[in-house]
């Protein structure tokens, strides 16, 4: 189950960003790269989808077992955004011109990498146990 919502996951990231490959990507301002740029637009996404899901949730147009899902994925989206932040962070040192600076700013990433890294592991497997069989289907009838 856990591979199975890796590979959605992975699936959904690579559309996303082979539709923006279709079309010219203009690169947000204050960017680092294109790479950042688009993780800030799967984030926007990311973040309106768990604003409507929410939206529903209160509404009563989705199970009350769908809660902790929905929280699974504010708490994995979390995650994600501190993986563009970490990224960001990286690409920033990459470029500092002290080593003795670059060495301790690579370190500390190391340490935010390792906690992300185990954060990813604690969500997927809160979303496979909290993932109720209904939460798509009440999706689908929308």
């Not at 301790?104 to 909290?130: C, H, P, Q, T, Y």
């Amino acid at each position: 189950m856990k591979t199975r919502i890796l590979t959605v996951f992975v699936v959904a990231m690579l559309l996303l960003v082979g539709a923006c490959a279709k079309n010219v990507y203009v690169v947000h301002p204050g960017a680092v790269d294109a790479v950042d740029s688009r993780m800030y637009d799967a984030l926007l996404t990311w973040n309106g989808a768990l604003t409507q899901a929410k939206a529903d949730f209160a509404a009563g147009k989705l199970p009350p077992s769908s809660k902790a899902l929905i929280n699974n994925a504010g708490a994995a989206y979390n995650t994600m955004r501190e993986v563009r932040n970490t990224y960001r962070a990286a690409k920033q040192a990459a470029n500092e011109k002290d080593a003795a600076i670059q060495v301790a700013r690579w370190d500390a990433l190391k340490v935010n990498l390792v906690k992300m890294i185990d954060e990813i592991i604690r969500l997927s497997i809160g979303f496979s146990e909290a993932r109720p069989a209904t939460t798509v289907e009440a999706y689908a009838s929308l």
